[in-house]
């Protein structure tokens, strides 16, 4: 179950972003603020309960692991929004085109920043699990960089012309954004994934002890 958390979370959240892009076309109405909203909520309430659990049971995430849900969360929702959003407008997901969704991706992002304020005091703190974890992350980020890119360069070379022709510079420029935030998105589940082992482990060796 601690393994599956980290993978059920990030899916939710890239559902979510697309669930909104999906609501503001269907209704021409922005939904980028109930995402904002609803990311600085989960921040707070996510927050109220570590710090219960620090004070009963011990077993709350620590520092590190805490800035990592938080950027998952608000990584996910703007990747699950870009990409939907890509999809359903193509080249017209544009500011000057007056276009909702754009404007919504970049509440969202405004969302995240916000709700990163709520843990600024974790940002400075590490513990001895922190550097390993991190540096597995990053491993696995820059590893599915280089495959998502390589997927594309392969694409762009081989496609048929009227395939690569769908491919606008805007929209290809978007689809290199999307690329790069999953990659970081893949780093920060390794690094939640890699947490949830560590604190299995550690639950598996109190209950062996005498």
């Known amino acids: 179950m601690l393994l599956l958390k980290p993978a059920a979370f990030l899916l939710a959240c890239l559902a979510v972003g697309a669930g909104l892009a999906i609501v503001s076309f269907a209704t021409h109405v922005s939904t980028g603020w109930a995402g904002a909203i609803a990311l600085a909520a989960w921040a707070f309430i996510a927050r109220r309960r570590w710090m219960l659990l620090e004070a009963t049971s011990g077993l709350e995430p620590g520092a590190p692991e805490r800035i990592l849900w938080l950027r998952t969360a608000g990584n996910a929702l703007i990747v699950g929004h870009v990409a939907a959003s890509v999809l359903l407008v193509g080249d017209a997901l544009r500011l000057g085109n007056e276009n909702t969704l754009a404007i919504d991706s970049w509440t969202i992002a405004l969302?995240?920043?916000?709700?990163?304020?709520?843990?600024?005091?974790?940002?400075?703190?590490?513990?001895?699990?922190?550097?390993?974890?991190?540096?597995?992350?990053?491993?696995?980020?820059y590893t599915a960089l280089i495959v998502l890119f390589i997927v594309l360069i392969g694409w762009l070379a081989y496609a048929p012309p009227p395939q690569r022709s769908a491919l606008s510079h805007f929209v290809l420029a978007n689809l290199m954004l999307v690329l790069i935030l999953a990659s970081y998105g893949v780093m920060l589940l390794r690094q939640l994934i890699d947490y949830a082992i560590d604190t299995r482990q550690a639950l598996a060796g109190e209950r062996l002890a005498p």
């Not at 600024?120 to 696995?140: F, L, Q, S």
Request: charged content about 35%; proline content about 0%; glycine content about 12%.
């Open 111 to 141: 969302g995240q920043l916000a709700a990163a304020l709520l843990f600024r005091r974790d940002e400075k703190e590490r513990d001895e699990r922190h550097a390993a974890i991190a540096a597995g992350g990053v491993r696995a980020g």
